[in-house]
């Protein structure tokens, strides 16, 4: 599950999950305790390795999967199962945050009984040196929206060529922190989830070197780690289930192994034999192989979780391109889209499900029902025709972008999909594939943009702005390269609402706007929504309390039992 | 006519070439085996599929039905039959194609080489060495992967594979070559005053033809597996376009769920390459008995 720029870490590195999101996981027993959960060793087999392991580096949803063992934050992913998954919780905060000024100010108090894997109290202090790691150069990866939000902080360099610091995060006191923010942010609590709000020691910061061994403040540290290859934790012995009920910490040993196929990975999980019946996976989603067993009442129906991280495969319109730029052409291929075959390409209706709206079907999200091509499951290429012909255009010639390999739901497989649909209304698509490596350098340039592109957006966090902000917002239309605003969509109003939405801190008032934004926007036809995600993830057979959450998607290693 | 005899009574030699002439003529004439059979191999038919397990055809062996006479192709639904007479084209084709430019590029050296002098031989077969080193397949991939994609790629296919793998055609021809100039009917067309060229056409050409049709027969189905594996690795053919290699390469998340899927691009491709190697086996034994009788 390789991710574009936003998600590209949440998905290749390390996923974040917890609790229950979309279908009902079938693993989990009601009867499951905490409290007699501890022992045994966890192995996890990824596809993806472990690049960075640096808190400042790593970009999660959450404060990810595998960080989030050792890495506590401000607030976290609060690990329900059900309605409420969606949404934060207070980890190292004593509550999800104070908002004053209209937004404009954060302020957290840190719990007492907090401590680093040596037994020194965080403080308030570490925090923000965290945070301030963040914006070295030395130190890339993270999200990009610290750097946006908090006041005067664009130009920050990082505390090694800056020590002052950052002004815009005041700690009056140990326990203390307080963020100014340069415009209303109603999501911030969202954000500091991120693992950049976790807590630093100035006096163990090596720079780059930190991250062969961070400094825990969770239930696990690092005992080894091989960037790209291993990881092994082990339990942290001043960690106490006491300051952190969220996490369960149930294996003594964590051990993660990267670089393995996908195939190999879901085969061993399906089998189970000797160690793997204690394995999972938090980036190998289910292959065919495994697909056709799944539903039959065999025994690896007990092996699955099944959830949703919010996320898009869409078609871009680059509407400053000729023919793009006519709204007739964009709604005669939206009608003309076979959704069905799209899925299909994407692995079938267990791991993808049909989608009409931009925003995915998670109501964290404000989703809203709207159907303005209707194409049906299976297209309308006699509208779209009519459309075509309504608008003095016949034979449309049309070239669709695409990456070269199809581990992202954006290759091949899925463009011929929309090429084979095209063609039932009379429209002929070339495609060009461009490599997977630098396909967003092309994308994310407006100079370079294509036409026509594939694309997939996934939220950074389970809210409406994350999703629609960087893709409408006619302010973050960026010349010099990592644009998402695809369509080149500029409007004032649209933009003020955003403004509008951004300052509210009622999530269900928010959720409730972006929904409503997300159908004014549809009408443009700026993008054909293709499908949105499910996630289906195997775990060996001893593997205990495994349940997806609504920010991932996976279920959480730091609930899961092996014991 | 010996050797026509000989091959008449060779019944590895009839049995592969009945084959390899089949395929050939199922390649010629696809558009109407599959117009036969009423199906297109780029029309996608979802509602053969059993999306909720991944895309796998329903019904029993990949979905075979009177309408899809091999099955469908498991994801989207396209007609197997179509997609494989079409594929063998592509595999056939550039087979083919790359066969006859390496024995034009091998033969026109090897000739030149042979021919040419101490000068001349020394620096074309240090030209031919250095074909014979490259890392042909490393090579082939960085070529395919930076060419623009509107060329037409059957026709590249064929050069790259051509252009990397001359090198043997060339050596054979030089050895051959060298051994018949020496012959007592060259030497006297030489001294009647005949020229280089005049020597190569009408002297030395006659008497390659024999290895060189050998070793042809032989390069074939190499180039097949050449194809198959380029198209494998993703730089072949451009879908919607089929070939073999690129089927088996998709096949390879499926032959578990779906197994008649890769059994059907993979039996044919076994298929034709064991006839192809009857042939050119049976091509050796007739064409030179003394060289098959001490090979066996």
Known sequence: MRRIAPVVMAGTLLLAAGCDGGGGATSSSAAFDPATCQGGALAVLNQGGITHLDPARLYTSGGGNIPSLLLRTLTTRNRQQGETSAKPAPDLATDLGTASDGARTWTYHLRDDIVFEDGTPITAADVKYGIERSFAPELPGGAPYLRDWLRDAASYQGPYKQPDGLKAIETPDDKTIVFKLRKPEGDFPYLATATQFAPVPKAKDKGVGYEAHPVSSGPYMVESYQPKKSLVLVRNPHWSTKSDQLRYACPDRIEVTSGLDAAVINQRLATGAGQDANAVTTDAVVGPEQLAQLGTGGPLDKQVSRGEFPATYYLAFNTKKAPFDNQKVREAISYAINRTSVVNALGGSTVAGASTTFLPPQKALGYQQYDYFPAGGTGDPAKAK?????????????????????????????????????????????????????????????????????????????????????????????????????????????????????????????????????????????????????????????????????????????????? | MTVLRRLRGDRGFLAGSVVALLMVLVAVVAPLLAAAAGQDYTNYHDNLLDSARGGVPLGRFGGMSADHWLGVEPGTGRDLFARVVYGARVSLGVAVGATMLQVLFGVLVGTAAGLGGRWADAALTRVVDLVLAVPSLVL???????????????????????????????????????????????????????????????????????????????????????????????????????????MLSTATTWFRADPMYVAVPGGLLFLTLLAFVLVANGLRRALDPRQSEVLR
């Open chain 1, 386 to 563: 009519q459309v075509l012909a309504e608008a003095g255009l016949g034979n449309l010639s049309i070239e669709l972008t695409h990456e070269n390999d199809d581990a992202e739901g954006e290759g091949p497989k899925v463009a011929a999909a929309v090429q084979d649909a095209l063609k039932q209304a009379g429209i002929t698509v070339k495609l060009t594939a461009i490599d997977a490596s630098t396909y967003r350098d092309v994308t994310g340039k407006p100079d370079t943009e294509p036409g026509l592109s594939l694309q997939y957006w996934g939220a950074d966090w389970p809210s409406g702005g994350p999703f629609l902000i960087p893709i409408f917002d006619g302010r973050q239309i960026i010349k010099a390269g990592g644009n998402f605003n695809l369509a080149q969509y500029d409007d004032p109003a649209v933009n003020a609402e955003i403004d509008a939405i951004n300052a509210l801190t009622d999530q269900s008032q928010a959720q409730a706007r972006w929904g409503a934004l997300d159908a004014k926007i549809g009408k443009l036809a700026l993008t054909v929504p293709l499908a949105h995600e499910k996630d289906v993830y195997l775990f060996g057979k001893n593997v205990k309390n495994a349940v997806p959450d609504g920010w991932r998607g996976t279920y959480d290693l730091a609930r899961i039992s092996v014991k």
């Open chain 2, 140 to 246: 082939a991939i960085s070529l395919l992967a930076i060419v623009p994609p509107d060329w037409p790629r059957p026709l590249l296919l064929a050069a790259v594979i051509a252009v990397l793998g001359w090198g043997g055609t060339a050596r054979i021809t030089r050895g051959e070559t060298l051994s018949l100039r020496t012959r007592d009917y060259v030497a006297a067309a030489r001294l009647s005053g005949a020229g280089w060229f005049r020597i190569a056409r009408r002297e030395i050409a006659p008497g390659l033809a024999a290895p060189v049709l050998t070793y042809a027969a032989l390069l074939l189905p190499t180039n097949m597996i050449a194809e198959a594996g380029l198209s494998f690795l993703g730089v072949g053919v451009r879908p919607p376009t089929p070939s073999w290699g690129q």
